[in-house]
């Protein structure tokens, strides 16, 4: 089997944290990355799951109700006919 050098930047501090975890486990950071990359290849997948947060909870959408229910709160709200749509990406 032939070896070969992967090199990647990574954070100072994340690298020490991950270290010195490792170590705990009784592992090197190379021998941790090996293991994370068996498993990506044994499973075909992210041995984890990895997912965007929730569009309506972004801190542009929060803000944009909040002045809503101000703008209501003040008796300063529009009324509008309701609106369906199909596939509406877009958040506010």
């Known amino acids: 089997m032939t070896l070969k050098t992967i090199n990647i930047r990574i954070d100072e501090k994340l690298k020490k944290q991950a270290e010195c975890l490792f170590s705990d486990f009784g592992m090197n950071t190379t021998t941790a990355i090996n293991v994370f990359?068996?498993?990506v290849v044994r499973e075909?997948?992210?041995?984890?799951?990895?997912a965007a947060s929730e569009p309506f909870y972004s801190e542009a959408n929060m803000k944009h109700l909040k002045k809503s229910i101000n703008q209501l709160s003040e008796r300063k709200?529009?009324?509008h006919d309701i609106v369906e749509?199909?596939?509406e990406q877009t958040m506010v």
């Not at 075909?44 to 990895?50: A, L």
């Open 85 to 87: 749509a199909e596939n």
């Open 77 to 79: 709200g529009k009324i």
């Open 37 to 39: 990359l068996k498993a």
């Open 44 to 50: 075909r997948r992210i041995p984890f799951d990895i």
